[in-house]
C-alpha cells in the first residue's frame, strides 16, 4: 500500500505536536512533512488531524489510527533492526515511559551522559504518571514503581521503594505529631489522585493491617506538587523516598508513625516478552541499574537507620 511509507511521518506529527517540529525532528521541510500527511489522509480518504492557525489535534479517526499505528511502527522498527544485523550494536530508536516524578528527578539527569555514551541512539521519554500500555503505545520499554499486575511484561528489579509518611517541622508544631494511624483522621492529609493501591493509606501494625482513608483539602496528580504542599507546611502526606529522601536527610520534612510501617514496593524496568532484547533497550537497563540501583539508592543514603530497617526490624 502506497501511503505506508507516510505513517512514521504521521506519528512523528502527532508525537512532536507540529509540522514544524517534526520537520525538524525528521529533517525534512514542513511543506514536505504537510504534503505526506495530506497524501496519508487521501489515501485512507479520511481527515486524521484538525488544523488551525494555532493547533493541531486528532479527530476521531486520527486517534483510533494513531493508537494503531504507533505500535505497529516500533514492532516494524524492531524488525528492521534483526535483519540489518545491528542487534550487537545499541543505535535507533529508543522509546521509554516513565513516571514523572520519578523521571524527573532520576532520569532525566542521566540522559545527557547515556547519550554521550551511546551516540547512535535516538532517546524518546514519555514523562506521565498514568499506566500506559507499552506493546499500544510503541514503547521499548518502561520503568514501573509498586505492583506489576502485567504478567505480559519482563520485569528487572532496579532498586527497592521505600514509602513514609512525613509533614513538616512547623506542621507537626502546630497540629501535633500522630502516634497512631487512627489519628490521621484528625490531620490534613494530602492525597495522590494516580494512586493504584487505592484509596486507603495501608500499615502494618503488631496486630496486623491497618487501613486508614486519607481525608484533607488537597487532591493531585503529580507527586512533586505533593512535596510542595508538604514543604509549605499544608498538611502529613505518604510520599515515596525518591522525592522526599533528602528532604528527610535534612530536616526539612519529618517522618511519622514509623512503627506502622506501610507496605514495600521496588522500581522495575520492564519491557514486553520477546525472543532478543534489543541492544539499545539493553544497554539503557544496564545504565540504569548501574547509576540507580541497590538497595540503597542515592536518594536513601543519609536516611536515619529507623527508615531504612525491613519490616522484620533488620537493617539493611
Not at 505500535?71 to 529508543?94: F, I, N
Not at 525491613?310 to 539493611?316: A, D, E, F, I, S
Request: neutral net charge; contains cysteine.
Amino acid at each position: 500500500m502506497e501511503h505506508f511509507a507516510a505513517i512514521p511521518i504521521f506519528v512523528a506529527v502527532v508525537e512532536a505536536g507540529s509540522f514544524s517540529a517534526a520537520a525538524e525532528r525528521l529533517g525534512l521541510t514542513k511543506s514536505a512533512v504537510s504534503k505526506r500527511v495530506q497524501q496519508l489522509e487521501a489515501g485512507l480518504n479520511v481527515r486524521l488531524l484538525q488544523r488551525t492557525t494555532r493547533s493541531l489535534s486528532l479527530t476521531e479517526a486520527g486517534e483510533r489510527y494513531y493508537d494503531r499505528v504507533r505500535g505497529a511502527l516500533a514492532l516494524a522498527s524492531e524488525a528492521e533492526e534483526v535483519a540489518a544485523g545491528l542487534q550487537g550494536r545499541p543505535q535507533g530508536l529508543l522509546r521509554v515511559a516513565a513516571p514523572m516524578a520519578f523521571g524527573r528527578l532520576h532520569l532525566s539527569p542521566l540522559a545527557a551522559e547515556f547519550l554521550r555514551c551511546y551516540p547512535d541512539i535516538q532517546l524518546d521519554m514519555a514523562m506521565d504518571d498514568r499506566m500506559v500500555d507499552l506493546v499500544e503505545g510503541g514503547y521499548d520499554l518502561a520503568v514501573r514503581i509498586g505492583n506489576l499486575p502485567d504478567n505480559r511484561m519482563v520485569a528487572r528489579r532496579l532498586a527497592p521503594c521505600r514509602v513514609v509518611v512525613c509533614a513538616s517541622p512547623d506542621y507537626l508544631a502546630a497540629h501535633g505529631e500522630p502516634a497512631h494511624p487512627a489519628e490521621l483522621a484528625r490531620h490534613n492529609c494530602i492525597h495522590y489522585s494516580y494512586y493504584r493501591g487505592g484509596a486507603y493509606w495501608t500499615f502494618q501494625g503488631p496486630d496486623g493491617e491497618i487501613r486508614v482513608q486519607p481525608r484533607g483539602n488537597y487532591q493531585v496528580n503529580n507527586s512533586e506538587a505533593r512535596r510542595d504542599a508538604l514543604l509549605a507546611g499544608l498538611g502529613i502526606c505518604e510520599m515515596p523516598t525518591f522525592i522526599v529522601g533528602p528532604d528527610l536527610a535534612a530536616g526539612r520534612l519529618k517522618a511519622v508513625l514509623t512503627d506502622y510501617p506501610l507496605p514495600r514496593h521496588a522500581i522495575h524496568v520492564v519491557y514486553p516478552e520477546r525472543r532478543r532484547l534489543p541492544a539499545k533497550a539493553r544497554v539503557f537497563i544496564d545504565f540504569l541499574e548501574e547509576k540507580l540501583g541497590g538497595d540503597l539508592p542515592l536518594w536513601d543514603r543519609g536516611l536515619p537507620a529507623s527508615l531504612l530497617a525491613l519490616p522484620n526490624g533488620k537493617q539493611l
